[in-house]
């Protein structure tokens, strides 16, 4: 991971994302994010992005699943499940 800017969060909380990081991701004024926290890194993201899968963080579908509150692509589903029937002895 590499390091865009460094920048210190002001007294209200707020970071200011830098213009070049910005026009990088398509975050244009008005644009709504989501905030979320991964392994203790903060990610924001568009909201209007597609939906990635949480495992390999490829496309989903419709024929995706939801486990344990996180979208997973069917391929990753079947290799989780390929594993759990191959892993056991």
Known sequence: MDLIAKKQVGALG???????????????????????????MIVIKRLDDEELCSICNGPVNEDAMTIHGKTVCRKCTGDIVTEEIIGKD
Request: charged residues 25%; negative net charge.
């Open 14 to 40: 707020r970071i200011v994302i830098p213009s070049e990081t910005r026009k990088l991701c398509g975050f244009e004024e008005g644009t709504e994010v989501g905030v979320y926290v991964v392994q203790g």
